[in-house]
């Protein structure tokens, strides 16, 4: 069996991949299915004139309106040059979405005792080096999370395979991004650090895969994330 298929194939697990008594895989993926449903109605509300907090507050009021519980990470909607900021880095809340620009959104709700996290980048208007920077973004993504089934990679060789592959393609990748653990919540009790940081393969349903990359020459770049899972259906 991969290690992509695996889920506490142990008695004992890894420290770094401990959950709680509540776990359930099922619910995991269920709050994945809602994060998602979630991305895509904000991305739908956010229109060029919006400032960064108006998209924000848009944000928080469809998550309520879906029924999340509470949030485990802030959410974070990112305009413009904001995109090549770090999650800890503070932006300008009055900064406008213009009619050609890009943006990406990253939510971290709580539903049904489980965490999802979900994130994307989009364009507004027909700038094409934004719009390659999205698809660049999804693709790598996509090819990182390929390894990881296929191979077995961990998660530093992930994000070794992340850099090199960001370079091929014409972009940069921001290795201070290096994914993190997800769980029942709160996961920060079992102190599982950065994907990135973690030799050994990643168990499916437990670890979220981030990838922010950024243009060569301009002041943007993109962000996608979402779960490891050994099943991308």
Known sequence: ??????LLNTTVPLAREAVGAKFSMSAMLRARSRSLEALG?????????????RATERAAQIL?????????????VRFGSDTLKVFSEPVAADKVLGDDD?????????????EG?????????????????VEAVRRLWREVAQRWR???????????????RARALGWRLNLDIRGHRVSDFPHAIYNAGKLGDFASCPSTGLWVLEIQIAHLERPFGAFYEDLLVADPA
């Open 1 to 6: 069996m991969r290690c992509a298929e695996a």
């Open 41 to 53: 109605r904000i991305a739908a509300a956010v229109r060029p004139g919006m400032t960064q907090a």
């Open 64 to 76: 309520h309106e879906l029924g999340m519980q509470r949030i485990w990470h802030r959410t974070l």
């Open 102 to 114: 890009i943006f990406f959104i990253d939510i971290g709700p709580v539903w049904d005792e489980h």
């Open 117 to 133: 996290d979900a994130g994307d980048s989009f364009v507004v208007g027909s700038d094409p080096e934004m719009a390659a920077c």
């Open 150 to 164: 296929e191979d077995g990679l961990g998660g530093q060789a992930l994000y070794r395979f992340a850099a090199e």
